[in-house]
T-cell receptor
Framework: EAGVAQSPRYKIIEKRQSVAFWCNPI?????LYWYQQILGQGPKLLIQ????????DSQLPKDRFSAERLKGVDSTLKIQPAKLEDSAVYLC?????????????FGPGTRLTVT | AQRVTQPEKLLSVFKGAPVELKCNYS??????LFWYVQYSRQRLQLLLR??SRESIKGFTADLNKGETSFHLKKPFAQEEDSAMYYC??????????FGQGTRLTINP
């Protein structure tokens, strides 16, 4: 089966600009996750969707970050305005559901550089 | 609060030597523990989980609730084991919390 798709793979922007990332999960996967991975650290969950509803966005900086999954399939993550500390790899993952045995499958990530 | 600590950022061993990547966690309930691996130019992927009690690519990990540890072990390292390894915990909220990762290098 096709894996999780993300675009773009790389993005360079100046601070205060806006940027959007796109994720297409594995077909049939109800749960979608966005992670932020800063250099030298492990991935940190930003937001989790179950179908098109938000399950957890407790670590999403809501003053500048937003995410949506309108039809319960694809998702977009937006940053507006970007700060230097937003430079990171943004990972999208999906799973069938959230139960104990549901494995998360990760996309290739989008590397964002804010200058 | 859920927390995962991997004390070694870098670990280098020779081919054929035993490998142990350390992972300690903090969680008041009954956690699920995982090891994820990222090979060069590949995606992050699940290596193994404690509830499966299986050996994957020769790696095993035992959950020690008394020491709150979930160390990853392999008796004889191979060059293809060189990768970034992340320990992760899933608690009551079903949210994955990752450690900082250990870069394992196997020297020929």
């Amino acid at each position: 089966e096709a894996g999780v798709a993300q675009s773009p793979r790389y993005k360079i922007i100046e601070k205060r600009q806006s940027v959007a990332f796109w994720c297409n999960p594995i077909s049939g996967h109800a749960t979608l996750y966005w992670y932020q991975q800063i250099l030298g650290q492990g991935p940190k969950l930003l937001i989790q969707f179950q179908n098109n509803g938000v399950v957890d966005d407790s670590q999403l900086p809501k003053d500048r970050f937003s995410a949506e999954r309108l039809k319960g399939v694809d998702s977009t993550l937006k940053i507006q305005p970007a700060k230097l500390e937003d430079s990171a790899v943004y990972l999208c993952a999906s799973s069938l559901s959230t139960g104990r045995l549901n494995e998360q499958y990760f996309g290739p990530g989008t590397r964002l550089t804010v200058t | 609060a859920q927390r995962v600590t991997q004390p070694e950022k870098l670990l280098s061993v020779f081919k054929g030597a035993p490998v142990e990547l350390k992972c300690n966690y903090s969680y008041s309930g009954s956690p699920e523990l995982f090891w994820y691996v990222q090979y060069s130019r590949q995606r992050l992927q699940l290596l193994l989980r404690h509830i499966s009690r299986e050996s994957i690519k020769g790696f095993t990990a035992d959950l020690n609730k008394g020491e709150t540890s979930f160390h990853l072990k392999k008796p004889f390292a191979q060059e293809e084991d060189s990768a970034m390894y992340y320990c992760a915990l899933k608690g009551g909220a079903q949210k994955l919390v990752f450690g900082q990762g250990t870069r394992l290098t196997i020297n020929p």
